[in-house]
C-alpha cells in the first residue's frame, strides 16, 4: 500500500511567486542542462539543484556530485527553502529533517516534456522523506509500488502543490505522464510548462 502526504494548494501565489525567483536566482549560478542517461538518451526535462550536492546523471550513471558539470560548486540551499522542507516533513512524522539537496526539474509546455517511471534510490540514506513541490502547469503523475512491475494510478500535482513520498512510499516508483498545458495560474510562468522542486536528505 502506498501511503503518500500529497498537501494540495498548500503554497500561497505569493509563495509559489517567490518560489519561482528562487529557481531564477539558483539558475544564475547553477543554469538549467538537459542531463543525458547512461544510455546517452536526453532528459525530456531541464534540470539543476541547489544544496551542498547536486543530484547528476551522465554517460557514468546517476549519482549526486559536490559540483555541477562546469566544475562549480551548487549554490546553497536558501534558507526560507530548508525551513518550508523541515516543516513539511515533521507533518509527515519526520522530526529531524535534514534537507541535503532539491533537485529543480523544468518542465517546458511541449508534448515531449515527462520523466520516467524510477525509484529514488540514489541517497546514501533512503529513509527521510523525498518531499517535492509543484509549480506551474498540472501534470499527471504517476505512483506506483517497490516494484518497477506493480500498477501504477495517475494522480494530478497542481501548482502549490507538494507531495511527500515518506514511510512505505519512500520508495515507491514514481513518474511524471504529461504536464497539461495552460493550466497554471496566470502570469506565474512566463513560458508556461512546470517546475518541481524536489528536496531531499542525502546523508
Ligand atoms: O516532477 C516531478 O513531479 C517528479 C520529479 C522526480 O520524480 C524526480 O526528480 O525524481
Same mark, same amino acid.
Given at each position: 500500500m502506498t501511503i503518500m502526504l500529497h498537501l494540495k494548494g498548500i503554497l500561497t501565489i505569493d509563495q509559489q511567486i517567490r518560489l519561482v525567483e528562487m529557481c531564477r536566482e539558483i539558475a544564475t549560478v547553477a543554469p538549467f542542462i538537459t542531463p543525458v542517461m547512461p544510455s546517452g538518451q536526453p532528459f525530456n526535462c531541464q534540470q539543476t539543484s541547489c544544496g551542498q550536492v547536486g543530484w547528476t546523471s551522465d554517460r557514468e550513471g546517476y549519482r549526486y556530485s559536490r559540483t555541477q558539470p562546469n566544475g562549480r560548486a551548487f549554490p546553497a540551499m536558501p534558507d526560507s527553502l530548508a525551513d518550508l522542507a523541515i516543516y513539511v516533513a515533521r507533518l509527515a512524522g519526520e522530526q529531524s529533517y535534514i534537507p541535503d539537496t532539491c533537485l529543480i526539474n523544468y518542465y517546458p509546455a511541449t508534448v515531449k516534456s515527462k520523466l520516467g517511471l524510477h525509484q529514488d +534510490?540514489?541517497?546514501? +540514506? !533512503?529513509s527521510p522523506a523525498i518531499i517535492s513541490i509543484s509549480i506551474g502547469d498540472d501534470c499527471e503523475f504517476l505512483v506506483g509500488g517497490t516494484k518497477r512491475s506493480d500498477p501504477t494510478k495517475s494522480i494530478i500535482l497542481r501548482s502549490g502543490d507538494i507531495l511527500v513520498m515518506h514511510g512505505?512510499?519512500? !520508495?515507491a516508483y514514481h513518474g511524471v505522464k504529461q504536464i497539461i498545458p495552460n493550466t497554471a495560474p496566470k502570469s506565474l510562468l512566463k513560458n508556461g510548462g512546470r517546475l518541481n522542486m524536489t528536496i531531499r536528505q542525502v546523508f
Open positions: +534510490n540514489t541517497e546514501v +540514506n !533512503l512505505q512510499s519512500r !520508495l
